[in-house]
């Protein structure tokens, strides 16, 4: 069974730094880009980042602006976003999601939800003072 699972997320003063992690099971990390995306209420989803199966290949939205950095560890199945300088505007659930295109080794790294298959439940992130 497919499974993402974010954690990380919390109150955090604008200015400060968050480190959200995505624990993968059910399939190989090393054949999946995986991406992190953003809802904020009455909001559309965003996408945040994406890192592709080989790690070579990362995508930002335009709003990250150097703040954000994705990594991941596939020995511990894992997938990071470390965010920095976090605004009020980066208030939102993040999610985790794992791209639909099977493909090791590979620099695809989409940043469309539609190029994503399964997704994790979210967790919070709130900036605010």
């Known amino acids: 069974q497919v499974q993402l699972v974010e954690s990380g997320g919390g109150l955090v003063q604008p200015g400060g730094s968050l480190r959200l992690s995505c624990v993968v099971s059910g399939f190989s990390l090393d054949y999946y880009a995986i991406g992190w995306f953003r809802q904020a209420p009455g909001k559309e989803r965003e996408g945040v980042s994406c890192i592709s199966s080989n790690g070579r290949s990362t995508i930002y939205g335009e709003f990250v602006d150097g703040r954000f950095t994705i990594s991941r560890d596939n020995a511990k199945n894992t997938v990071f976003l470390q965010m920095t300088s976090l605004i009020p505007d980066d208030t939102a659930i993040y999610y985790c999601?794992?791209?639909?295109?099977?493909?090791?080794?590979?620099?695809?790294?989409?940043?469309?939800?539609?190029?994503?298959?399964?997704w994790g439940q979210g967790t919070q992130v709130t900036v605010s003072s």
């Open positions: 999601a794992r791209a639909d295109f099977v493909a090791a080794n590979s620099d695809y790294a989409p940043l469309s939800g539609s190029d994503f298959d399964s």
